[in-house]
């Protein structure tokens, strides 16, 4: 398993003056994307630190397995464009690219598949979790909790210092959550729990446990199964955004895998990240009409207005983020499958995109339509409530997650991550007994 990042090239050094204190620090070159300056002996030979809220321009790692060009929109896993893999592969194909570090072959994929698949079934215990939470429990908040207790199932794959068990945890985790998810979905809506089925592709899988019922034959549509696969494909990997960095920091303190996934899930649940697409759903269902769109363009200018648009802007995208492309593309696909060639909602989309693409504010901003712009209406067209678009994110990012989990263990300059401060509150002052204060 190619799971250890190769290291960036020394690159000379970069010179730091301050005040009477001048300090050579090393710089690193990248494979590609900017230059690195090494700051970690800075707070201990010059007493001083780097202030980076956001970490807007702070890398916490080196890594081997996602780049993205903000400015170009590119995004390459393991070095393959996303729009290539989007069009030729497999989301399961994806999941060994991101694991393994190269494209598997036929053997190696029938292989893959196979383990994936037989461990796609939870332990039966698990389906009892379900009944502590109210029916109406948003399925983010079940699947941060029956994630996180799988630490209490599989204590076999839990020692973290086990390469094998690193392996088996991160196999559990890729095939473990769409059953996961579906069962969280299935308790929302009052219907019975469907088993996976081994003879069924992954995406296919997962949409029977989502929508089979024990009255009828349930017949998969290959084309809404392919474009989902595709979806996934999209949100496998994203470098090290915030729920990412936070499977990151959760295992650098050693906790075992399970609980490091449920950390990422309760992080990417945030409307700023991964819930931005059920916000961009709702947003458009607000908006309702494209003779609205204007009104809420302005108020997404207004400084003194919180109103954002949602599935617009990105931290690293400065271009047209490349998935909403691709996503675009598979929105127009499933709508016509479906015969919705006159959805509302994607005509509001496209008025929203047309507009603000056009509008100085954006474009000075660098503002552009993100993978959560199309995603809620195609989601929404395949069936799934809005609640559980961040479900479908948190399934998709597993293998990312456990990627990048597997990684950070096995970088020898990990350590376990602990930013300082620059701290602004009182000086020592002492205690004033309560009958004296004021
Ligand atoms: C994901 O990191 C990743 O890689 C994440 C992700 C992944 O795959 O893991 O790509 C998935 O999370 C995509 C992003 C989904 N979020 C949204 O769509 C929510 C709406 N977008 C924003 O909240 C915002 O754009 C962020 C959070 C995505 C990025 O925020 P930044 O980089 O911190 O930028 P910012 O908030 O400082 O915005 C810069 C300026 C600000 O104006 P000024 O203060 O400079 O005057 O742009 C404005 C913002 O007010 N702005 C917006 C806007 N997004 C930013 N104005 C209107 N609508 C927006 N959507």
Redesign the pocket.
């Known amino acids: 398993m190619n799971t250890k990042a190769s290291g960036a090239r020394p690159n000379g050094t970069a010179t730091l003056t301050y005040g009477n204190k001048r300090i050579e620090l090393p710089a690193l070159k990248p494979t590609e994307g900017p230059d690195a300056i090494d700051i970690r002996k800075l707070y201990g030979e010059a007493d001083i630190f780097t202030y980076d809220p956001?970490f807007t321009s702070t890398a916490s790692c080196e890594s081997d397995i996602t780049f993205i060009d903000g400015e170009a929109g590119v995004l390459l896993y393991r070095g393959y464009p996303i729009d290539q893999l989007a069009t030729e592969s497999s989301f399961l194909e994806v999941c060994y690219l991101l694991l393994y570090g190269e494209l598997p072959t036929a053997s190696q994929l029938e292989q893959f598949d196979h383990t994936i698949t037989y461990h796609t079934m939870v332990h039966e215990q698990i389906s009892f979790l379900f009944r502590g939470f109210r029916r109406d429990a948003h399925p983010m908040a079940v699947m941060v909790g029956v994630v996180g207790a799988l630490s209490a199932f599989y204590h076999d794959s839990t020692d973290i210092t086990d390469k094998r068990q690193r392996e088996i945890a991160s196999h559990r985790l890729i095939a473990k959550m769409p059953t996961i998810a579906a069962m969280a979905y299935k308790y929302s809506i009052g219907q019975p729990f469907v088993y996976p089925l081994n003879h069924l592709g992954y995406t296919e899988n997962f949409m029977r446990m989502c929508f089979a019922v024990p009255c009828q034959e349930y017949r998969s549509n290959p084309v809404l199964a392919k474009a989902l696969d595709t979806i996934f494909i999209l949100?496998a990997d994203?470098?090290q955004?915030?729920?990412?960095s936070t499977v990151r920091l959760a295992g650098s303190s050693g906790a075992n895998p399970f609980a490091c996934i449920a950390a990422g899930i309760a992080c990417l649940w945030g409307?700023?990240?991964?819930g931005?697409n059920e916000?961009?759903l709702k947003m458009l269902k607000e908006i309702g009409s494209i003779d609205r769109v204007p009104q809420y363009v302005k108020r997404?200018?207004d400084?003194n207005d919180p109103f954002?648009?949602?599935?617009?802007?990105?931290?690293?995208y400065k271009n047209y983020?490349p998935r909403a492309k691709v996503m675009r593309d598979q929105c127009y696909a499933v709508l016509d499958e479906l015969g919705n060639h006159n959805d509302p909602l994607l005509k509001t989309a496209l008025e929203l995109e047309r507009i603000a693409l056009q509008d100085d504010y954006f474009i000075e901003?660098k503002?552009y339509p993100?993978?959560?712009f199309y995603s809620g209406i195609t989601l929404s067209a395949l069936g799934f409530p809005s609640d559980m678009f961040t479900a479908l994110f948190a399934l998709a990012?597993t293998v990312g997650w456990v990627a990048q989990w597997q990684e950070m263990i096995e970088d020898p300059q990990q350590k376990i991550g602990r930013p300082r401060q620059i701290y602004t509150g009182a000086r020592r002052r002492d205690f004033v007994p309560r009958e004296k204060r004021g």
């Open positions: 956001g949100h994203h470098e955004n915030a729920s990412t409307p700023a990240h991964g931005a916000a961009a997404a200018k400084k954002r648009l949602m599935g617009f802007g990105h931290r690293v983020d901003k503002l993100n993978i959560d990012r």
